[in-house]
């Protein structure tokens, strides 16, 4: 990278990378969110005070103000937040670390035009800042395909061009071309920042977003309850009564790994996912 070479721990600690498909807890704000977000990735010596005017620039920055406290929702839940600051949430979460480099997975993807453009707008703005922008884009209009600096076109596994957008446009006229129509497309690998928080604050953090999850979801709540009170009945059931002789071993240790398995391995399921 600029004539250097560079390992993936310098690459991942420099860029971001946002997905295709935006990944959410529904039930949290935009605000906790982002505060999720900040207690993983940002200085752990930071104070709450700096967390929360740094979580406020970027509200600000990003145009979020007027949903910063609305739940973000999903199609399986309820409808929260609009797709478009869905997108611009998805950005602001990877703009938190401050990256110099920034790959995004067609962001425009479930967009219409309108917000399309105001998305890529944006980068387009991050780009003007001094950050370096790499974004694959499928069908993109002429309005989005204008605000684009350089160009690489591929086909069939083959670069087809790659040069500026208006060397673009001259190259493809002059082989009786619309270049209006031209779709840059590449692959990008999954890259990200990574985090900085130790891994008690990490166990604290999730285990704070999995209660808040958890909490505003009283169904999920009462399908927790139900599931423990039938594992229970079941497991009381198959080992009822099993004695606490020697030859008992093998059996006693079969009713902890059990019990350990059903009553831990969901609530890490769950915090993770």
């Not at 993936?8 to 946002?18: D, G, H, L, P």
């Not at 479930?110 to 974004?135: P, Y």
Request: aromatic share 10%; net charge neutral; proline share 3%.
């Amino acid at each position: 990278m600029n004539g250097q070479a560079v390992n993936q721990q310098t690459i991942a600690s420099m860029s971001s990378y946002i997905q295709q498909h935006d990944l959410f807890q529904p039930m949290l704000t935009v605000r906790e969110h982002l505060m999720f977000q900040v207690l993983l990735r940002m200085d752990k010596n930071l104070n709450t005070n700096e967390r929360q005017d740094c979580i406020q620039r970027i509200i600000d920055k990003f145009n979020l103000a007027k949903c910063a406290e609305t739940r973000i929702g999903d199609k399986n839940h309820f409808k929260g937040i609009s797709g478009g600051e869905m997108k611009r949430l998805s950005i602001a979460s990877e703009v938190l670390t401050n990256p110099s480099l920034m790959f995004c997975d067609e962001p425009t993807t479930g967009l219409d035009s309108f917000m399309a453009k105001s998305i890529v707008q944006v980068l387009k703005t991050m780009a003007l800042e001094g950050r370096t922008i790499i974004c694959t884009i499928h069908q993109p209009s002429s309005q989005v395909f204008e605000l684009f600096d350089s160009l690489l076109l591929m086909a069939d596994g083959r670069v087809a061009f790659m040069g500026s957008i208006g060397d673009a446009k001259n190259f493809f006229s002059s082989q009786g071309l619309d270049t209006t129509r031209g779709t840059p497309t590449f692959n990008i690998p999954i890259l990200g920042s990574g985090y900085k928080a130790g891994y008690w604050q990490q166990f604290v953090t999730l285990l704070w977003r999995s209660y808040v999850t958890l909490i505003r979801n009283p169904r999920l709540l009462l399908d927790r309850l139900v599931m423990y009170l039938i594992n229970v009945f079941w497991v009381g059931i198959m080992f009822y009564n099993i004695g606490h002789a020697y030859s008992d071993a093998s059996t006693i240790m079969g009713a902890l790994i059990m019990v350990m398995g059903t009553s831990c391995i969901p609530p890490i399921y769950f915090a993770l996912v």
